[in-house]
């Protein structure tokens, strides 16, 4: 193996040893169920590990595995084809004091479920995995433009939904 590729492989394994809350709360976004989410971290690392080769430089570690991460889990819903709501006793520990925190983070959490899957992965990657529009472009392999786009209509539409939500009210 070359110096490059065990380079590489190493900062892929780092990346995921770093990074396995992010990881996991992207799945869990998704997906919506503790094991699903677990499911889709382990078959996402395992797709990561097999090609790694791929990748042609340490910096395009982090959008890559994000990549792979989100078509895991965009394939899992297609597979599935079910609608996910997330019960109560569905939400993991962790999830549940987060949301408990904050009245406001749970009307956001159901303004987000709103959007369009690709309009929510925008606002997740940017926002709550603080990616830059740069990496979120080679992630979804779409122009730049397009990014920037999605990202404000979709904070356009959270903004409108969050003002018809429970906020809207106390004002």
Known sequence: MSTLKTQIYTALIEFIEKN????????????KSQD????????????????????????????WFYKI??????????????????????????VEDILSM?????VLHKALEELDP?????????????????EIARVLEENINSVKSRLYRGLRSLKIQMKEGEFGDAE
């Open 20 to 31: 396995q809350d992010s990881i996991y709360r992207i799945a869990y976004s998704y997906v």
């Open 36 to 63: 699903t989410a677990l499911d889709m971290v382990q078959e996402s690392i395992y797709k990561a590990i097999k090609a790694y080769d791929k990748i042609q430089e340490e910096s395009g570690v982090k959008p």
């Open 69 to 94: 991460l989100v078509n895991t889990c965009m394939d899992e819903l297609r597979r599935t084809k079910r609608i996910i709501t997330t019960a109560p006793e569905e939400i993991p520990e962790e």
């Open 102 to 106: 904050k009245a406001d983070y749970m």
């Open 118 to 134: 690709e309009t929510k992965t925008v606002i997740v990657l940017r926002y709550f995995e603080d990616m830059k529009l740069t």
